[in-house]
């Protein structure tokens, strides 16, 4: 089966690195005609667009932009200058991030479970609407959320996340119903990735890793993979699906196997 997103246009949130920047990468390997990457901080961007040049991303193809993930403006701005830039926005990958709540709902900072909430929650529709305005109510589309296994079922330590992720899945079934049939809308539900984000999950590598029944932890490359699939036509009879790309951990545990 062939995965190509030929003459497409794309734009990744929380694009400087880890999952982000994989996704972009696999997007320019896969056909993109072009692709905007957004960050809050100008210099990660920056820095990021460098390394995807430097791994073979065709420069012209590329469109590094400081965005902050939970601003409406940040939003509307980032795809107007996507579809001036390159005519259209076609897809869509809500993947920034943030976990600053670690700790029991009981315990948790308020004001860190507000930030949670606000870019895992609140920033993807925010992104969605900006995207649906400026190009996919004319010409249709494809968004794929970042959500999580966390979403998924309840764990120890990330329950502000969790709730935040549970929310990103009903969202996605609820914009699949809505936006249909010219926009669909999926999302991939990793387990532990390697990335600087849940660090703190796998502190413990090799315990970390016996936590999926396939023996080892998630890399960027590999939700990057599933992402561009959902987004391809190799997908287009597919949406409100969330696909798990955990290394059989959610149905493992759902099996009691672990």
Same mark, same amino acid.
Do not use: C, H
């Given at each position: 089966m062939e995965v190509s997103v030929e003459g497409k246009v794309v734009l990744v949130t929380g694009a400087s690195r880890g999952i982000g920047q994989a996704t /972009? @990468?696999?997007?320019a390997r896969s056909g993109a005609a072009g692709?905007?990457?957004?960050?809050?901080?100008?210099?990660?961007?920056?820095? @990021?667009? /460098?390394?995807?040049?430097?791994?073979?991303?065709?420069?012209?193809? +590329?469109?590094?932009? /400081?965005a902050r993930a939970d601003s409406e403006e940040s939003a509307d701005n980032a795809v107007a200058a996507t579809v001036e830039r390159f005519g259209s926005c076609d897809i869509l990958v809500n993947n920034a991030g943030t976990n600053p709540s670690a700790g029991p709902l009981m315990e948790v900072d308020l004001g860190a479970l507000d930030k949670t909430w606000s870019v895992n929650l609140r920033a993807p529709l925010l992104w969605v609407r900006a995207a649906y305005r400026a190009s996919m109510e004319k010409n249709g589309g494809s968004i794929v959320n970042v959500s999580s296994v966390g979403?998924?079922?309840?764990?120890?330590?990330?329950?502000a996340y969790n709730v935040s992720k549970a929310g990103l899945v009903h969202m996605t079934r609820q914009l699949a119903l809505e936006l249909a049939p010219s926009i669909r809308v999926n999302a991939v539900a990793p387990a532990v990735v390697k990335t600087r984000l849940s660090e703190?999950?796998?502190?413990?590598?090799a315990a970390a890793a016996g936590m999926h029944p396939l023996g080892r932890l998630g890399t960027p490359e590999d939700?990057?993979? /599933?992402?561009?699939? +959902?987004?391809?036509?190799?997908?287009?009879w597919m949406t409100g699906v969330i696909l798990p790309?955990?290394?059989?951990?959610?149905?493992?545990?759902?099996?009691?196997i672990a």
């Open positions: /972009a @990468a696999e997007f692709i905007t990457i957004t960050s809050r901080k100008p210099e990660n961007i920056e820095r @990021a667009a /460098a390394e995807l040049i430097e791994a073979g991303v065709d420069e012209e193809t +590329l469109l590094p932009l /400081a979403g998924l079922r309840p764990s120890p330590i990330t329950g703190m999950l796998w502190q413990d590598e939700i990057a993979r /599933a992402i561009v699939f +959902l987004a391809s036509d190799a997908a287009d790309v955990d290394g059989g951990m959610s149905e493992a545990s759902s099996s009691g």
